[in-house]
């Protein structure tokens, strides 16, 4: 038996999809900084203490690594088969991440803007 998902746009207040929902909490964790919770101080990431360090390639695998984990221990319903960090010109930073949701076995693409 498949469990499913029903969610809440955070901006619309509408029913949204799980592949839409799974984007959603994704950004959620990744731009919530790790102690910020009241009540779950260890939820989020720690994108938050490398975002602005000077940019190298050690950098980069510490941000993907940072996001990895943190996906990994807070959004069960999907399994991670590839994830990349792309900085763009304006100062945003782009997680593409590539998997499958584990409850359908559905490939997920998702772009997950973070700052």
């Given amino acids: 038996m498949t469990t499913r998902y029903i969610g809440m746009n955070r901006e619309t207040g509408r029913i949204i999809t799980d ?3 799974i984007s959603q909490s994704c ?17 989020g990431s720690l994108l ?7 940019q190298t390639e050690a950098l980069k695998l510490q941000i993907m690594c940072a996001c990895y984990m943190a996906l990994l221990k807070w ?3 999907i399994s991670i088969s590839s994830l990349t960090v792309e900085r763009q010109f304006n100062g945003q930073m782009i997680v593409e991440l590539t998997g499958e949701a584990r409850d ?12």
Avoid: C, Q
């Fill in 104 to 115: 359908t076995g559905k490939t997920l693409s998702l772009t997950i803007p973070v700052s």
């Fill in 75 to 77: 959004e069960p319903r």
């Fill in 48 to 54: 938050f203490s490398l975002i602005d360090m000077p």
């Fill in 27 to 43: 950004g959620d964790i990744l731009r919530t900084p790790v102690g910020s919770r009241v009540m779950r101080r260890d939820y």
């Fill in 19 to 21: 592949a839409e929902h």
